[in-house]
């Protein structure tokens, strides 16, 4: 269909679901602050169910669609899905976040002449039959889309390409928070401890999605030799997931049950990193890692893996741990730094980093009209 000349352009993005995850949060993040007049987002996402965005994704003007879950088998299904989605609907351009049939969608997008952009979050698939058939789909992406962003070098690498990430199709966008509602504020802190009954005690924290790469498995193991060292502490872990069930019974089975707190997935994460002491990210792998950013704004001291991508590193609070080494040692760690010291005000290191929200969507919204105007 023809592209509609006038205002709000239409972009549409193309994600796994609208709940809480990496690239759900940066576009939302830029969602938020775009000038709506300009621009509107519109999505794809791969569920039929309510997710935790729908309602203010609806309230902010956009439209939501559901297409069929890739299976494989359903692949003729699949591209039938998108090339009638495509014959009724306008866009200026697709900016496609779900990169594992994104060289399916991509490409029937550009048989409908939009525009396309493929969006790498992330540096592996994993090293299962899953993450194998992954690799296999999201290589073509490299020939098939028109314009590559990534959230480091690293993810630009791995996604696209040498080749790619050296040629002026590539940029790397940072991801961006509000940095106004993550400064450390005492008075969140104490009341929500207060309504948890934290009070007094050393936090560990955890933001993220119970899947693989986020190593629970390592959280729980390095939490319970920190309990050998301080019983009064807590492990608080946010978010949901495939393995959240398991790392339950991991908790009831080390007899953790009283000191561990599940609180599900949650939009007030600016809030809850308010009532940690540490941030304890051990991930297998990251596109860049963005909540270690989130902790950082809100003047958290954060503990992280090796494999997190060193540009997450943007002020002094973070140390980098190799994941080969012992719980024990990851666990001293975090208590010799939990306790004693002044949470700060890091507006200035994170906007001076461009990690800033309003940066990154002037920065997009001149991206767009470029990439619309090619």
């Known amino acids: 269909m023809a592209i509609k ?9 193309v994600l796994g679901s609208l709940n809480l995850g990496g690239a759900q949060s940066f576009v939302m993040n830029i969602y938020r602050e775009i000038d709506r007049t300009k621009f509107q987002f519109d999505f794809v996402i791969h569920t039929n169910e309510k997710c935790i965005f729908t309602e203010e994704v609806l309230s902010l003007g956009g439209r939501i669609y559901s297409c069929p879950s890739y299976k494989g088998v359903n692949h003729i299904e699949y591209c039938r899905w998108w090339n009638a989605f495509l014959k009724k609907k306008s866009f200026a351009l697709i900016h496609g976040h779900v990169r594992s049939t994104a060289s399916i969608y991509l490409k029937i997008a550009k048989k409908h002449k939009v525009k396309t952009i493929s969006h790498s979050h ?6 299962n039959i899953k993450g194998m058939v992954k690799n296999f789909l999201q290589y073509p992406i490299r020939f098939t889309s028109d314009y590559f962003l990534a959230c480091s070098k690293d ?5 696209f390409g040498k080749k790619i990430i050296d040629s002026p ?7 961006a928070i509000n940095t106004e509602s993550f400064i450390f504020n005492e008075d969140i802190r104490r009341e929500l401890r ?10 560990v924290g955890h933001i993220g999605r119970f899947t ?7 959280i729980l193991g390095i939490y319970h030799e920190l309990y ?46 308010q009532m940690f002491d540490v941030f304890l990210f051990p991930s297998l792998w990251e596109g860049l890692g963005m909540a270690v950013i989130e902790a950082e704004a809100s003047g958290l001291e954060c503990v992280v893996s090796s494999e997190v991508p060193k540009e997450v590193d943007i002020t002094n609070l973070v ?24 949470r700060r005000n890091m507006q200035k290191e994170i906007r001076a980093n461009n990690y800033d929200v309003q940066v990154t969507t002037d920065w997009i919204e001149k991206y767009y009209n470029k990439v619309i105007n090619s």
């Open 212 to 218: 693989k790469e986020k190593n629970h498995e390592k």
């Open 155 to 159: 993810a630009g690498s791995w996604l």
């Open 319 to 342: 140390h980098f741990i190799d994941l080969k080494t012992e719980n024990s040692i990851w666990a001293k760690k975090v208590l010799d730094i939990g306790t004693g010291y002044i």
């Open 5 to 13: 000349s006038d205002y709000p352009i239409r972009i549409l993005h």
């Open 228 to 273: 050998k060292l301080d019983e009064k502490s807590m492990l608080v872990l946010v978010g949901e997931g495939d393995e959240q069930e398991y790392i339950k019974k991991l908790v009831e089975k080390l007899k953790l049950s009283e000191n561990v707190l599940f609180m599900g997935a949650k939009t007030n994460v600016a809030d809850l990193l």
């Open 194 to 203: 207060i309504r948890y009954g934290i009070n007094d005690r050393l936090v």
């Open 122 to 127: 992330s540096t592996a698939s994993g090293s």
């Open 169 to 175: 199709k590539f940029s790397i966008i940072n991801n």
